[in-house]
């Protein structure tokens, strides 16, 4: 007896965009779709931020519309997967709350991790109170205390912090990085219009529409300096003031500026939850880590394993409304999918 779309199981791992998105999908497909989320809320790293590049849209309101309607979806918050047996069709899937499903397919929205800037020693995160990360300034945009910013007067952002960085394992390129650099700069001349702002990057990749748009503004409205070349190193002085060494690689000099802030442009690392399930399911992986699709071109949300699907961060570095449209693409594959067994 052939089994209508609601008698096959779709278990989600991972309550971010990318999840929360394809979750809905497959729920207007008819599936029954378990959301599976270790944190406490829905909206992985979305929850974290503020406003969204190109144009400061609040991530609350982004965030909000997506959860408005979840429709049948059955969502777990503070869940983990505990144990995962593949079957001969499909998966047993445990859960830490005590419920076990047999997911017909399997779909990973484990997203990525923030770099942790401190690795990058010779920038002095952890080490000097001034310098602190994208992320933590996020916090502050939000009304979050965050101590460290005071009142700057001149603020430095350093691109590529831990992203085309062959000495910590990460050549790729983040992608969301420097158009998150150049929409803080404008957001903090916003608050402190008096303040100077530096922006030292090695390349601008401001790919997407608005985004080039923003960074005129950034240039023309804010009075943003943009410096091409790497920071080399970063000094306290008595007074907690920030000593950063660089050099303008356009000039070919070097530069020394005294700041009294300094943000780090964090990158996107691989996301070390799904490790355990990449192990049991025996997923490959790439060399830094993230999720491999089957064929990035044209399977780029099939796995090697059968019934096992990808969306969003956890294969690569996305934005936003990349993430969205791959979490679609999942759920349509997923369907497909299901429709062959
Ligand atoms: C500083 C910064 C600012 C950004 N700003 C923008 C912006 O303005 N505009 C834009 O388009 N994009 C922006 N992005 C990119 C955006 O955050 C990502 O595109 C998006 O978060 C990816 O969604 P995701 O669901 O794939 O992953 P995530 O947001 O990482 O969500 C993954 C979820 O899976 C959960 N999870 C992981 N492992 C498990 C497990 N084993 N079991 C259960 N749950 C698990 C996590 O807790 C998390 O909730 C920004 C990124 C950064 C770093
Ligand atoms: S997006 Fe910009 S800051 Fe981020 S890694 Fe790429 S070049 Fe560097």
């Given at each position: 007896m052939e089994l209508t779309n609601q008698q096959r199981n779709v278990v989600i791992i991972g309550g971010g965009p990318a999840g929360i998105e394809a979750s809905k999908a497959l729920d207007a497909l008819g599936y029954t779709v378990f959301l599976i989320e270790r944190e406490n809320r829905l909206g992985g790293h979305l929850g974290r931020w503020d406003r969204l590049f190109p144009y400061g849209t609040p991530a609350d309101d982004v965030l909000g519309q997506m959860t408005a309607s979840m429709g049948r979806v059955k969502w777990f918050t503070s869940t983990e997967v505990t144990q995962l047996n593949k079957l001969e069709r499909g998966y047993n899937v445990i859960l830490s709350n005590g419920l076990s499903v047999l997911a017909?397919?399997?779909?990973l929205t484990t997203g990525f991790t923030l770099f942790n800037a401190s690795k990058k020693e010779e920038y002095g995160y952890g080490i000097y109170d001034k310098v602190i990360t994208n992320a933590d300034l996020e916090d502050y945009f939000s009304g979050i205390p965050v101590p460290a910013v005071?009142?700057?007067?001149?603020?430095?952002?350093?691109?590529?912090?831990?992203?085309?960085?062959?000495?910590?394992?990460?050549?790729?390129?983040?992608?969301v990085c420097c158009a998150t650099a150049v929409k803080q700069a404008c957001e903090i001349k916003q608050q402190f219009?008096?303040?100077?702002?530096?922006?030292?990057?090695?390349?601008?990749?401001?790919?997407?529409?608005?985004?080039?748009?923003?960074?005129?503004?950034?240039?023309?409205?804010?009075?943003?300096?943009?410096?091409?070349?790497?920071v080399s190193e970063v000094s306290e002085d008595k007074d907690g003031h920030?000593?950063?060494?660089?050099?303008?690689?356009?000039?070919?000099?070097?530069?020394?500026?005294?700041?009294?802030?300094?943000?780090?442009?964090?990158?996107?690392?691989?996301?070390?939850?799904?490790?355990?399930?990449?192990?049991?399911?025996?997923?490959?992986?790439?060399?830094?880590?993230?999720?491999?699709?089957?064929?990035?071109?044209?399977?780029?949300?099939?796995?090697?394993?059968?019934?096992?699907?990808?969306?969003?961060?956890?294969?690569?570095?996305?934005?936003?409304?990349?993430?969205?449209?791959?979490?679609?693409?999942?759920?349509?594959?997923?369907?497909?999918?299901?429709?062959?067994?």
């Open positions: 017909d397919a399997l779909l005071g009142n700057p007067r001149r603020i430095g952002f350093v691109h590529c912090v831990g992203s085309r960085d062959e000495k910590v394992g990460n050549r790729y390129c983040s992608k219009p008096e303040a100077v702002v530096y922006c030292f990057y090695m390349d601008l990749r401001m790919f997407g529409r608005g985004y080039e748009d923003m960074y005129l503004e950034a240039q023309k409205k804010y009075g943003v300096i943009f410096v091409r070349g790497r920030l000593f950063v060494k660089a050099e303008d690689t356009l000039s070919g000099k070097p530069l020394r500026v005294t700041l009294d802030l300094l943000v780090l442009m964090a990158g996107m690392s691989h996301n070390r939850a799904v490790d355990p399930i990449a192990r049991t399911l025996a997923l490959s992986t790439m060399e830094d880590g993230f999720l491999k699709p089957k064929d990035s071109l044209t399977a780029a949300q099939a796995s090697y394993c059968t019934g096992v699907f990808y969306a969003g961060a956890c294969t690569g570095p996305k934005t936003l409304p990349e993430t969205m449209a791959e979490a679609r693409a999942a759920a349509t594959n997923i369907h497909e999918y299901l429709q062959e067994q």
